[in-house]
């Protein structure tokens, strides 16, 4: 975010600088020379503080010629066409560092031995939602329920609008077009009956059964005490 932040500050420092050199002389020779020379200093200033950034995150567990060659290499990648010089220094336990651009710009710095392995953050475990039951039914059919289930987080208000936006989804697939032209009806048993898992499982819907069950209505026993 900072670099973003900086990057847009040069760029209006130069525009502001294309508006105002030509008010303020009018040899249009030296507002060109005064342009390329602020905006090479700036790009030599973000090149350095790249450069800095690149001592500060690097790491160097140690001064063998592996570990040297192998922040040789990310230096290489990430200043290409530069001189480079790599100077281990045992006593002080650092790598003095030299990069020469071809444009003359230089910098120069020291990447310090780390010994310490890197600590790696723990993995956020996934949480992993339920399934609680969600029976639905047609509004011209009660007694026919679908045994379906929806994550715990979605309320029965947000499981309809989901299911009712995934049959949509459905007729409207591949799929489902040619399920049309098959002549399958267009009708909420045969979707439950072929929507594929997959599909209900990212709108946070289960299908246990494809057929509907009727509902059982429960008649009391009677009590052995009475008549």
Partial sequence: MKTETNNATEKQLLDLLKKVLPKATSDPRLADQIYDAVELQLRTNARASAFQRFCARVR??????????????????????????????????????????????????????????????PEEQEIKLKFVPFPVCLPGDKELVWLLAKREDLSPEEGGIALTKLEED????????????????????????RVPAGM????????????????????HSRNPEGP
């Fill in 60 to 121: 160097l567990p140690g001064l063998e010629e592996e570990s040297v060659e192998e922040v040789k290499t990310q230096l290489v990648e990430s200043f290409k066409d530069a001189d480079l010089t790599l100077k281990p220094n045992r006593k002080e336990k650092v790598l003095a560092v030299e990069v020469a651009l071809r444009d003359g710009a230089q910098f120069s710095g020291a990447i310090k031995v780390d010994v310490n392995p890197p600590v790696e953050e």
């Fill in 170 to 193: 459905f007729w409207a697939s591949k799929t489902g077009q040619k399920l049309l032209r098959d002549r399958v009806e267009r009708s909420f048993p045969e979707f439950i009956a």
């Fill in 200 to 219: 209900l499982s990212e709108a946070g819907l289960k299908r246990h059964y494809k057929a509907p069950e009727p509902i059982k209505v429960l008649r």
